[in-house]
């Protein structure tokens, strides 16, 4: 497989080429977070379904890229318009929108999803004892706000932490599709 622009399913060179050699396509933005929705409840799909209808006309299997991600998401999804973190609650209320929503509107029609994409620091000098100790946490660039989201009211006494947002994309991802 490779990615592909939904712009490109329009030219004649680039499908000819495509079709010859992949069987799976990648939306390589269109269907990140950020591009399909900007509000909460607000959501477009016409870039991303153009590139799916066309994978479909031309038998070349979807995967879906990418449905929670540290980077290229909306905002609404995991801060205050303030910018501090939701509570844990009102984030993960917002994933299982946002996935019920994108996933369900592929259902059937993808053949795999990013669930998460690059959850895990860039640069590890060595194998973790914990995986846990190499997520993207921090408020900064590299930081995941989908974790500090999930931090701001996790009950520690429970076993709650931030990187249980891991655990809820998969799950709201597989009951949605």
Known sequence: GNIMEPGQTTDDETTAMFKHHYKVVTSENSMKPGNISTAKGVYNFEQADLLVDWAEKNDILVHGHTLVWH???????TTKEDGTPLTRAE???NMKEYIDK????YAGRLISWDVVNEAFQTSVPD????????LRKDEN????PWYQAYTNGADIS???DGSDYLYDAFVFTRLAD
Do not use: F
């Not at 980077?71 to 999804?77: D, E, F, G, T, Y």
């Not at 194998?127 to 190499?134: A, R, T």
């Not at 660039?141 to 995941?144: C, K, V, Y």
């Open 127 to 134: 194998v973790p004892s914990n995986w846990k100790d190499v």
């Open 102 to 105: 994108v996933a369900g509107h």
């Open 141 to 144: 660039p590299e930081g995941s």
């Open 71 to 77: 980077s290229q998401s909306a905002p609404w999804l």
């Open 158 to 160: 429970k076993g709650e």
């Open 91 to 93: 984030a993960k209320a």
